[in-house]
């Protein structure tokens, strides 16, 4: 038993042991790297852990630079490398401090620099020298041979590119500039119904010669500004193209049915008619030409109608399908926005009569005689009580009875009702037929016996 606890206390003191070991491997030593004196403050930036990298550095200027490493005491060996991968390192000179850290000049290049930890494993970081890839911004113009409807070219003239860096593998990698391209275009504000001065811009890692953006709804410039390093060294450069005038255009389109949908109409899935529509078009700057058109053909192979106007009213008293879209272009007919295509489907008429109603119930259920319809461009209602006498004349199929003769309520018993109505897609109605008027939940003290 004995002998068993102590193998168990040997076990867990391996243990922790291992487990001890390991977090000490796991700490990197610091590395502090420093400029030449004048020379603005280095940049520590995270790697990919696919790189094999530890950290990036990038400084202003590399000559005169220095690295710090303190690796807690333990002995190690410090070497560079380049863009063949830390399997080809080159050991480098290094200088024990009084404080026990060691110090290495950095050649004054893109440098790797490879750490190896005695007891413990290497460590690689990657030293960017500025001087290399220095930003400059000379100017920006438009080249309007390679620009179009969608995208404007601007052609740069500076050095913007690429600032490469190599994993411990000698794979190539680069560093974003983070250049910022600025402009203002316009986009439509609902609240407004309007369009609207917005401000754009897109981030660029580098810059060969020419720059492709989205073209601009409006006159403005662009500016190119960066990058992140100087920036962040304080010396944030830029560059301003001229006023560039839009040739791109763009639209928004609505559509609004003006006359009212009465609750009696009948709902089949297809629109009632006649239809009163209102057709409304606002227009960017560059917009010189505007034309709705109206067409039997959702490919618009056949135009019907075409109006000039940005807005128009149309009504459609035929049953069918009607497409209608707004087009508008610039002053070369260039660039083009069509929107998208509104759909009328004016549906067969359709007309039906109820045989009952039980006005003066008060409850909002079945009080109104209404006819029950679809797509009518005429009615006529005439009713009259078992002795011939009018009691009311409707014209609107909208319209409905309320079980009233000179303002009050008839008894219950049968009517006649005698209908005329034409229909969108050229339908003649001509019916007739009773309406039972039901006692009344709650009758009218002013009831007549007509």
Same mark, same amino acid.
């Given at each position: ?7 168990? #206390? ?42 094999g ?6 400084i ?9 490493? =303190?690796?807690?005491?333990a ?31 950095l ?13 413990d ?53 680069? $560093? ?14 609902? !609240? ?6 917005t401000?754009?811009?897109?981030? $660029? ?30 010396? #944030?450069l830029?560059?301003e193209?001229?006023?560039? =005038? ?38 960017? =700057?560059?917009v ?22 940005? !807005?128009?009213?149309? !009504? ?44 003066? /119930?008060?409850?909002?259920v079945? /009080? ?13 209602? !005439?009713?009259?009580? #078992? ?6 004349? $409707?014209? /609107?199929?909208?319209q ?19 209908i ?5 897609d050229?339908? =003649?109605?001509?019916?007739?037929? /009773? ?9 009218s ?6």
């Amino acid at each position: 038993m004995i002998i068993i606890m102590n193998n168990i #206390r040997f076990y867990i003191t391996s243990l922790c042991f291992m487990l001890l070991a390991v977090a000490v491997q796991a700490a990197a030593p610091s590395v502090v790297v420093t400029s030449a004196q004048g020379a603005e403050a280095p940049i520590e930036l995270a790697a990919e852990s696919s790189t094999g990298l530890q950290k990036i550095f990038v400084i202003s200027d590399a000559a005169g630079a220095s690295a710090v490493i =303190d690796a807690g005491g333990a002995s190690i060996s410090v070497a560079t490398f380049g863009s063949a991968g830390a399997a080809y390192a080159t050991p480098a000179a290094t200088t024990v401090q009084p404080d026990g850290t060691v110090a290495v000049s950095l050649p004054a290049t893109d440098t790797g620099l490879a750490i190896e930890v005695a007891g413990d494993r290497s460590y690689y970081y990657w030293i960017v020298d500025y001087t290399e890839h220095e930003l400059t911004l000379n100017s920006l113009t438009i080249d309007p041979n390679e620009s179009d409807c969608s995208m404007v070219a601007l052609l740069f003239d500076g050095s913007a590119g690429p600032i490469t860096y190599y994993t411990i593998t000698g794979a190539p990698k680069t $560093l974003s500039r983070d250049l910022e391209l600025s402009w203002t275009s316009l986009a439509f504000d609902s !609240d407004s119904e309007s369009f609207q001065p917005t401000d754009k811009s897109s981030t $660029l890692a580098s810059i060969a010669s020419t720059i492709h953006v989205e073209q601009p709804l409006c006159s403005t410039h662009f500016t190119l500004q960066g990058d992140r390093f100087t920036s962040a060294w304080g010396n #944030r450069l830029s560059v301003e193209s001229p006023v560039v =005038d839009p040739i791109a255009v763009s639209g928004h389109a609505t559509m609004t049915r003006l006359d009212s949908i009465a609750d009696n109409m009948s709902n089949s899935g297809a629109d009632s008619g006649p239809a009163q529509l209102q057709f409304q078009a606002l227009v960017t =700057d560059a917009v010189r030409f505007t034309e709705w058109q109206t067409s039997a053909y959702p490919d618009f192979s056949i135009i019907d109608l075409r109006f000039n106007q940005t !807005d128009f009213d149309l !009504d459609i008293a035929e049953s069918g399908t009607t497409y209608i879209r707004f087009v508008a272009a610039n002053d070369s007919g260039s660039c083009e926005w069509i929107s998208d295509t509104f759909e009328v489907n004016i549906g067969a008429s359709k007309l039906l009569c109820p045989n009952a109603f039980s006005p003066g /119930d008060q409850n909002g259920v079945n /009080d109104i005689w209404k006819v029950s319809y679809s797509s009518l461009t005429s009615f006529e209602c !005439d009713i009259f009580n #078992r002795w011939g006498v009018h009691i009311i004349k $409707l014209t /609107d199929p909208s319209q409905g009875w309320d079980g009233r003769y000179r303002g009050k309520l008839v008894e219950s018993g049968v009517y006649y009702y005698v209908i005329r109505a034409r229909g969108t897609d050229g339908v =003649d109605y001509k019916l007739s037929g /009773d309406i039972n008027v039901i006692n009344y939940s709650i009758r009218s003290k002013n009831s007549t016996t007509e």
